[in-house]
């Protein structure tokens, strides 16, 4: 990525206010379950009922088949699932624009961009913005 094109995504990000991050740098909750790790941003940002909140928390864990994580704790899952969740737990903040850095960190796959972009279209996000971030050798892994 070009230094012209890496200042227009950030300022494209600076512009949402927003912004979601799913990183290796910032880890899960480890006292927390994989619902409760997700639910935080809903929980403590809006004023939504937690019905509300847990029904579309268990409608996305069902569309990324890791329903059965629901109560376990960030140790007891393994690294792709502990994407999932953290990519998760970032999409729940509503109005922003969701930052991936560094991916191919975080997935025990190949370094392959195809699974994440799947895994963003069966979660259907309505137009919502997801920028990645990553070192300029993996450039062709996109």
């Known amino acids: 990525m070009s230094e012209a094109e890496l200042k227009a995504r ?31 941003v809903p929980r403590y ?27 376990k704790k960030t140790f007891q899952i393994d690294s792709d699932t ?24 975080m997935l025990s796959t190949a370094a392959d961009i195809k699974p994440i972009v799947k895994m963003l279209d069966t979660l259907e996000l309505d137009g919502k913005k997801v920028v990645f971030f990553d070192f300029e050798w993996n450039k062709s892994k996109y």
């Open 10 to 40: 950030s300022e494209a990000i600076r512009a949402e206010q927003r912004v979601g991050f799913v990183s290796p740098d910032i880890p899960l909750l480890s006292n927390l379950s994989v619902y409760d790790n997700i639910s935080l």
């Open 45 to 71: 940002l809006t004023t939504e009922k937690d019905e509300t909140i847990r029904a579309e928390i268990e409608k996305m864990l069902a569309l990324l088949e890791i329903s059965d994580s629901i109560n």
């Open 82 to 105: 502990v994407f999932k969740v953290k990519l998760l737990r970032a999409l729940m903040l509503k109005d922003s624009v969701t930052v991936i850095d560094r991916p191919f960190v």
